[in-house]
């Protein structure tokens, strides 16, 4: 015969494990909208990636923050013409860097002067490209997504070849911003979440928010609450973690098939064949991992087949396809690139 003490620790443990929260509702959402979530998002089955940002005008896939505000001069920009491209390629959603690794922000912060104020070639430093990113893509019937990136090291010098593609060494006077503005400094996560916040309260419904480097060293510890900040203030966005395969860490699973392919680990570059959780594979139009705007490195583009039957195979095991596909220095889808998405259209017709 128990005692009562006994009694009362078997309660104890048996209440514990009845209320013991599962994963998705200890962080903040529960499982049963975790699942539609992940439902409605294959739905969504082909994407475009926009990476339009300071580096679009230095030739430099990562910006460090220094470059010169007046170099920004998209004299033509027009998204209402990025949506009717991303409709005829039969494309359904988008997502914009709206901040990459220089820092620079694309809509205009109450917490930092390195924003779209500083760019007076572009509408006199009053204009605001989420504003009128989103309007254009809703007009068209598109579902928008943003793009944040997290810090990192992106002024390290990579070497002779990487560091003409990516970040540069700043001089010994410029200390490396680590991809935020000044502003930020000491405290990068309550930084990052003040911009977020206003990105997400400021422009209507977000359908997907996407963040790169979502496990750096810096702010790695902060990003559960990140993530959480996110389902509290629009529970119905996709939260995507780069690269992330742990639905801890993502709502979707996560795969950049350029990155991968370039390292020769194929094996993660695409969701395995009998896949059956809810996934998303970027990639680039540029045959290579170009993702901006470049006028120096020599550009050949996937053809339309080879879109179209990555597509099919990430649509056949349950994961989306987002396709970037970068604007010129005009702010246009120009050229070959707008010629291929016509192809990708027709043969996504046929097929």
Avoid at 46 to 70: C, K, Q, S
Avoid at 162 to 179: P, T, W
Wanted: glycine share 6%; proline share 3%.
């Amino acid at each position: 015969m128990k005692s009562s003490i006994e009694n009362s620790f078997i309660a104890l443990i048996t209440l514990l494990c009845v209320f013991q929260p599962n994963t998705a509702i200890a962080q903040g959402q529960s499982e049963t909208v975790l699942r539609k979530k992940q439902t409605d998002f294959l739905d969504w089955k082909f994407g475009m990636f926009i990476h339009f940002n300071m580096g679009t005008f230095v030739n430099r896939e990562w910006a460090t923050g220094y470059e010169d505000p007046l170099v920004f001069n998209p004299r033509k920009l027009n998204c209402n013409q990025w949506a009717k491209a991303a409709k005829t390629a039969g494309m359904r959603y988008a997502v914009l860097t709206v901040k990459h690794t220089g820092g620079w922000c694309l809509w205009d912060s109450k917490y930092t002067t390195h924003d779209i104020t500083a760019f007076k070639n572009y509408k006199g430093g009053k204009g605001d490209i989420v504003r009128e990113y989103v309007n254009a893509f809703r007009k068209h019937g598109l579902k928008v997504g943003l793009y944040y990136c997290l810090p990192g090291d992106y002024s390290t010098k990579l070497g002779s070849n990487e560091d003409k593609v990516r970040g540069y060494k700043n001089s010994s006077q410029q200390e490396d911003l680590h991809g935020l503005p000044s502003e930020a400094k000491g405290d990068y996560a309550g930084f990052i979440e003040k911009q977020v916040t206003e990105l997400l309260t400021n422009y209507g419904v977000i359908d997907e928010i996407w963040f790169d480097q979502y496990n750096n060293k810096y702010t790695v510890k902060n990003w559960q609450q990140l993530k959480n900040l996110v389902h509290k203030l629009q529970p119905n966005c996709i939260v995507i973690a780069n690269n992330s395969r742990d639905f801890n860490e993502t709502d979707i699973q996560s795969y950049e098939y350029p990155y991968w392919k370039s390292v020769n680990k194929m094996d993660r570059a695409l969701p395995a064949e009998n896949n059956s959780n809810s996934g998303e594979v970027c990639d680039c139009i540029v045959d290579g991992p170009n993702w901006f705007w470049n006028t120096e490195n020599q550009i050949v583009l996937q053809s339309a087949n080879d879109i179209v039957s990555r597509l099919q195979v990430c649509n056949e095991r349950s994961s989306n396809y987002l396709l970037n596909v970068q604007p010129d220095r005009d702010g246009l889808i120009s050229g070959a690139y707008l010629k291929r998405l016509h192809e990708v259209g027709n043969l996504i017709k046929k097929r």
